[in-house]
């Protein structure tokens, strides 16, 4: 079997999509690549291709490829795409709010790829600067953030890090005005398509107009007719997603916050409640802007409006990924700049009585068991099956985790299933179960 049958079999999927096709078809072994695709396009699997490919050809022992990106959501999501593909090459991924010695022993073991952020990336290499002398590939995904003035001196020390690099492969969703003085392309290939019809998402704008007195009102009307279905709201600060949290909370709806602020556990949590259903709306900065892949997302309201106008594209692109809908609202007071995004948006009306959304039908529990207790999936679904009154339908996402699992329960049955399966036993192994 070719591989790439076999890479789109562990995947799931028949075909890849034009982007996809043409990035495979216009890569140059001789030359450096930068694809530029809307968000949700499916520019990580492309540039994972290349790169697997690119790999092979230089394998030798010790780290061959490098990917770095601007959040630890999105290496993680990379990370796990890359897993689905393939599982003959030996993969870390570090970042921030990691566990360091953990990642330094991983690290030990000189893994073909290595996915992480710049940050803890730098942190590795100064404590080994012989961890990428032997690479030769180097991905920038999201490149527009990684290569931007505040991070320019951590990756410039990357670069140098990274001396044998003979292939460059740099993707975004917006393209960067200038360049910096380090990042030297080999005659590269440029993809665009930005302004291809076929992948730029279908998004419908509508624009909110409130006093300020009344925004919060406004916001909470709207978060009441769109109802049941998954919102991300977007904030500036951590303490404007805290705030807004709590108001939301104090009003009868059910949300979670997702920033920089939280620690690691608390971050990836939030993204299994809001994936798995058992959470309908998260609150964010634009930490949720990128890194982000939950296709039920259908809306995306601004709160607060972002400094910067990529960042708007950042936003937007939650909704209406792999060509699906999504509805993209902006909620405007007499003191907000108004965004180009928004001129021809139409204006919605809030002049009715919308009742409060029902409490999402999961909820989440934890199983203290996972993939390092030889737990997989189907473990799960047995141990939950063996308790009595749990069926089928009441049972949705399962999430294995290294020394954990979390599974979504119908909310009507959760506490009586934490009850009768704490202290149990999963695989011969005694297990906590309870609620998150």
């Not at 106008?309 to 509805?327: A, M």
Request: proline share 4%.
């Amino acid at each position: 079997m070719l591989a790439l049958e076999k890479y789109l079999k562990n995947l799931g999927i028949e075909k890849l999509n034009a982007m996809q096709e043409q990035s495979l078809a216009d890569f140059d072994y001789n030359r450096d690549f930068m694809l530029l695709s809307p968000t949700g396009s499916g520019k990580t699997l492309a540039f994972a291709l290349i790169m697997l490919k690119l790999m092979q050809k230089h394998k030798h022992a010790g780290t061959s490829a490098l990917v770095i990106v601007p959040t630890r959501e999105l290496a993680l999501q990379i990370e796990q795409v890359i897993k689905a593909l393939t599982k003959d090459i030996s993969l870390v991924c570090v970042y921030g709010g990691s566990d360091t010695r953990a990642e330094r022993k991983k690290l030990e073991q000189q893994p073909e790829l290595i996915v992480g952020t710049p940050g803890r990336i730098i942190y590795h290499v100064d404590r080994n600067p012989a961890l990428l002398a032997d690479c030769k590939i180097l991905v920038l995904d999201e490149f527009d953030k990684s290569l931007e003035l505040g991070f320019q001196d951590q990756m410039e020390f990357i670069f140098r890090s990274c001396r044998g690099i003979e292939h460059q492969i740099l993707t975004s969703a917006t393209a960067i005005k200038e360049q910096p003085s380090f990042l030297h392309l080999k005659d590269p290939v440029v993809l665009d398509f930005l302004s291809d019809q076929v992948f730029t998402p279908n998004i419908h704008y509508y624009q909110v107009k409130a006093s300020s007195k009344m925004k919060l009102e406004w916001l909470f009307k709207l978060v009441c007719k769109i109802g049941m279905e998954k919102v991300l709201i977007f904030c500036n600060h951590r303490e404007a997603v805290d705030h807004i949290q709590r108001l939301l909370i104090g009003k009868g709806i059910e949300c979670i916050n997702y920033h920089g602020g939280l620690d690691q556990y608390d971050r990836e949590l939030a993204i299994i409640k809001i994936k798995n259903g058992s959470e309908h709306i998260l609150v964010t900065t634009d930490l949720g802007a990128r890194g982000l892949d939950i296709p039920e997302i259908k809306h995306v309201i601004h709160y607060q409006f972002p400094y910067k106008e990529e960042e708007f594209v950042h936003r937007n692109g939650r909704t209406g990924r792999n060509q699906s809908e999504g509805n993209v609202y902006g909620i405007f007071t007499p003191e907000d700049r108004f965004p180009t995004y928004f001129e021809d948006a139409e204006e919605l009306i809030l002049d009715e009585f919308y009742p409060i959304p029902e409490p999402p039908k999961y909820k989440t529990i934890r199983i203290s068991a996972g993939k390092k207790q030889k737990v997989n999936k189907i473990d799960v679904v047995g141990f939950i099956h063996s308790f009595p009154g749990i069926e089928k339908d009441d049972l949705g996402l399962i999430d294995v985790k290294a020394n954990e699992s979390y599974v979504a329960v119908a909310a009507n049955k959760a506490s009586a299933l934490v009850q009768a399966a704490n202290n149990t036993k999963v695989k011969g192994q005694k297990v906590r179960v309870f609620t998150v």
